[in-house]
DNA sequence: AAGTGGTCTAGACCACGGG
DNA sequence: CCGTGGTCTAGACCACTTC
């Protein structure tokens, strides 16, 4: 196979990041250097460099030059922690709580409610007919004033009517014990996760580079009061900042290494 | 904000496979056609293409042109079923014997096994020292000849010599069976969700295009036996044909989606 | 052979960041 | 102001697919 020149310069590129010659926010020769160093155009140049920041292994600022990305404090989002277990304060929903235990500040904003019919995916996962309208409650959910999720969760119209689920208002005990005092207790759930990139919108608004995938967080949630589900809940995360953990059986306490943050769901 | 050419091209191409007007299957204009139809340069063209490309939207086979991807029949990756429940094989491992239920055809291929010293990550989540060696099983699973995932287990030294654990051949049973055997009974696990785009190797491996991220599942296994883990297994899929699935409490039984194919980790 | 995308060049002007 | 990366052009040749 003969070389192609944007790819020995990126595959060189990738060696000096990797080998830690080029290090946690250095920043790398500007174009019009890699241009001389490789003797190639500077088009050529630009394509290796493309490709790189595609894996996410650089970060490029316009004006100020190209850099290795600072490795970010990485979020464990906790997704198979009780409800309002380990300690939480009572009263808050998990997500909130969760972030004041680890003690950082949360916030929620654009809050919205509609009611509409769903799509296909979402009523088939939520087990109601495309005729049948759905409440939708949606939010974007901050840490410490940086975007950290958003979050859309969807309710059968025949649980959400005439209830505070429906209505325009945040609900600061969170919605899984407005649930409960409607009779319908969460009992279980099942997650599916995916992974894709983001659309142009998502990149605007977590501020995120070219090469940072989103994970999307369905979770469908049973009560035994009721065969189908009561709730759908559709969180997206950027995963240059967060993994997700789930615990199986009764495993031991978590160790956190340096610098890691666990947050709820 | 003015107008910048190649993002104009990009949105509306955007919008013409969001809204079906370039279905799954079909083929978009030819770069040149598009050269005329948006009266930009070529170069122009390619790079409004690359967003996309890089975004997942569409998918180019040199020389043919470019397509919109078929949706690929999702792998739902079951990660919360109990070992050897739901009438699996017995005396197979659950990916096999998974596998096998779905009525696909399971391969291992290019197994091997090695001791080597740990990386400060993986001696942190096994609970070793870095200067404590390790045993690592590596393997490439198939699904019908197709590049389904990479899978790597560590296993500490203490607990690996001497058994076939650093043995040099596959075990058919099962490791988690081996580790039973030796009085390691798996009890607990915790696994870590992790997304990132693939190296150059992967893509080539899975023969995936540009905008496909994939997904690294960390499972640490803990047994009664010992209070640090017995195992860490670190597997490896492409996200645009696999989903992971993870249930709490006493979830329902699973209602699959047409095409939708359940397997085991 | 014809048509597709892949590579590469040389040069121009623009927009942003920081001194 | 200068240096950075961002946009865009026009043209050339190459590699792969299809007929």
């Not at 926010?25 to 140049?45: F, I, K």
């Not at 894996?55 to 316009?62: D, K, P, S």
């Not at 929620?108 to 809050?111: E, I, P, S, T």
């Given at each position: 196979m003969r070389p192609v020149r944007h790819q020995e310069i990126a595959e060189d590129l990738r060696k000096k990041i990797n080998s830690g010659e080029?290090?946690?926010?250095?920043?790398?020769?500007?174009?019009?250097?890699?241009?001389?160093?490789?003797?190639?155009?500077?088009?050529?140049?630009?394509?290796?460099v493309a490709a790189?920041?595609?894996?996410?292994?650089?970060?490029?600022?316009?004006?100020?030059?190209?850099?290795?990305?600072?490795?970010?404090?990485?979020?464990?989002?906790?997704?198979?922690e009780e409800e309002g277990g380990r300690g939480l304060r009572p009263g808050l929903d998990s997500y909130r709580a969760g972030v004041l235990v680890a003690g950082r500040r949360p916030d929620?904003?654009?809050?919205t409610t509609r009611i509409e019919y769903p799509?296909?995916?979402?009523?088939?996962?939520?087990?109601?007919?495309?005729?049948?309208?759905?409440?939708?409650?949606?939010?974007?959910?901050?840490?410490?004033?940086?975007?950290?999720?958003?979050?859309?969760?969807?309710?059968?119209?025949?649980?959400?009517?005439?209830?505070?689920?429906?209505?325009?208002?945040?609900?600061?005990?969170?919605?899984?014990?407005?649930?409960?005092?409607l009779g319908f207790e969460q009992v279980s759930h099942r997650d599916t996760v995916k992974a894709r990139m983001p659309t142009p919108e998502e990149?605007?608004?977590?501020?995120?580079?070219?090469?940072?995938?989103?994970?999307?967080?369905?979770?469908?949630?049973?009560?035994?009061?009721?065969?189908?589900?009561?709730?759908?809940t559709v969180t997206v995360y950027p995963a240059d900042r967060n993994r997700l953990s789930y615990d199986g059986g009764d495993a031991p306490a978590r160790r956190l290494t340096e610098g890691e943050i666990p947050v709820f769901g």
């Open positions: 080029y290090r946690s926010g250095m920043q790398l020769p500007t174009e019009s250097e890699l241009e001389t160093e490789y003797g190639a155009s500077r088009n050529t140049v630009r394509v290796a790189l920041m595609n894996e996410g292994l650089i970060q490029v600022n316009r004006g100020r030059g190209m850099y290795v990305p600072d490795s970010l404090i990485p979020f464990t989002v906790l997704l198979s929620v904003r654009n809050f799509d296909t995916e979402i009523a088939g996962l939520l087990e109601v007919g495309e005729r049948d309208q759905v409440a939708v409650r949606s939010s974007e959910r901050y840490i410490d004033d940086s975007p950290y999720s958003t979050q859309r969760s969807y309710y059968p119209m025949d649980i959400a009517r005439g209830t505070e689920l429906e209505g325009p208002d945040k609900i600061n005990r969170g919605t899984i014990e407005v649930l409960r005092e990149r605007a608004f977590f501020r995120i580079g070219l090469g940072v995938p989103m994970f999307v967080v369905s979770r469908i949630a049973y009560s035994a009061a009721r065969e189908s589900p009561v709730r759908l």
